[in-house]
């Protein structure tokens, strides 16, 4: 197939870079962040769905022989403080109220009066009904930028070995499930620009201070000599940028869906291989893209291989998007069974030292796809509805010519380090057969792999009771809530949660 890559229809800034890689899970990345910030000279730039003043960038170890305050806040100020010439800007969703029990209360006044003057702090409440504010971006003295999945918040931090216990994981105080992410890291002025425009121009309509032009990303600055470590590499030299906002009135008058076009449009091209790491597999339309393409004829019998949560976490979550995501497991199940394409969906357990059983999965909290190791995104898109038209979302998109070339060959290496992360072992190196081996793999004593239960009886009896498509929580496109829709949630919901948890699965 020909390059996915069509601009400006997937993607809206395309960027030469000097450095690319990826830091998976949170240990790398908030060690990296706090180390890269250490160096800011002018300016730091953070955007999220979440902080938590109170999380503990450094652990362990790191955190005996920090040279600073290691939780965010403190940090943070601790930087102001002793750079009179550094001024950071934070940017967070002002969140709904069903999130309030998870939230820190009272965050306007103590990230923004409680602080130094030059740290200012604003929350995002500029998107449309039912959305959110999702992206999650940096980007320091207008040259070094993460970009991904991951918030600088309390129950993120994890390290690559998900282990059952550690001590280092907590959550305000208390231990929390073992969580996995990804965050890319960027170095290249010309894409650090593009990510500060499009954080002034959301801090401005959010209600913060206009910033002046050149002030993010002065082109004038000294290059940073700092060097981010434990990186993943992408032997990439130039990157795409790709974003979900239904408000990006400045492109024009229709929404912009960049991250779901791009999506198809890579499910479309794939030959070989399809892996995707998502918290959630909820959207119609992506599940349409893989519909068609398996039951396109002619073209190669694909590998399709899934890591997702074995559940979600919380009613609130499971209601949301859990049946929706059954719903087209289901669909895809069938569908896979009918054309004979491989189809391998999985949830991963925690690490355990002592051979003790888990009792609960680890969380998969990434956005990454793959195709044929020749093509690469990453980003705070989930393969959900409202992910690909309600939210505010930001992807990283990277392609090769062919899997063979240095860009590709690195793709593969990212894969591979991904799936002996996820199943304990070294993964299989080839593409062909991966998930009759990944297949193996999950059904292995000690293999942290397993297969993925869903769609369970409980979730089958409650799909045939109400269309999890009705349901008014994971929207694909900003509109009203319908006569249709309001009846059925009415009418539905109560026996719906019955048979949902009537039949839950034991945990592990």
Known sequence: MGRVLEFPRHAYRQHAVDQLGLLIDAADYYRQFYRAALTAKRTLVLVGWQFDSEAALLRGSDELHASAPVTLLKFLSHLCETNPQLQIWILAWDFHYVFAAEREWMQKLVFHWTTNERLRFCFDSNHVERGCHHQKFVVIDGELSFLG????????????????????????????????????????????AS??????????LAGGEPIAPGVLAPPSAEPSGHEVVNLVPIA???????????????????????????HRAAIASA???????????????????????????????LELVFILNMRGETFKEQAAVGLAQAQILGRLRDVARQTGHAL????????????????????????????????????????????????????????????????????????????????????????????????????????????????????????????????????DHVEELDDERKRAFKLGIARTVRELFANRPEKG
């Open 195 to 204: 990510l500060s425009e499009l954080f002034a121009r959301r801090w401005a």
């Open 236 to 262: 990439a030299d130039r990157v795409a940028l790709s974003r979900t906002d239904p408000l990006a009135v400045p492109e024009g008058p229709q929404p912009c869906t960049e991250v779901l076009d791009l």
């Open 344 to 475: 391998g969906l999985y949830y991963t357990l925690p690490g355990s030292e002592n051979g003790e059983v888990p009792e609960y999965a680890t969380y998969i909290h990434s956005k990454l796809l793959i195709v044929d190791d020749r093509f690469l995104t990453i980003g705070s898109a989930n393969l959900t509805n409202r992910s690909m038209g309600v939210d505010t979302e930001l992807n990283l998109t990277v392609e090769a010519d062919g899997a063979s070339q240095p860009l590709g060959r690195s793709i593969r290496q990212v894969r591979l380090s991904l799936l002996t992360e996820h199943t304990g072992f070294p993964a299989p190196e080839g593409q062909e057969g991966l998930v009759a081996q990944l297949e193996q793999t999950a059904d292995a004593p000690h293999s942290r792999l397993r297969r993925h239960p869903s769609p369970t009886e409980g979730e089958r009896a409650a799909i045939n009771i109400l269309d999890p498509q009705l349901l008014p929580w994971d929207p």
């Open 149 to 192: 999945g991951l918030d600088l918040c309390e129950d993120r931090w994890d390290d690559r070995r998900h282990l059952l216990d550690n001590a280092l994981r907590f959550s305000r105080g208390m231990p929390h499930k073992p969580f996995h992410d990804i965050q890319a890291f960027i170095r290249g002025r010309a894409l650090a």
């Open 271 to 301: 030959d070989r291989l399809i892996y995707s790491e998502t918290q959630y597999l909820s959207s119609h339309l992506i599940a349409e893209a893989l519909e068609r393409r398996m039951r396109e004829t002619g073209r190669p019998r």
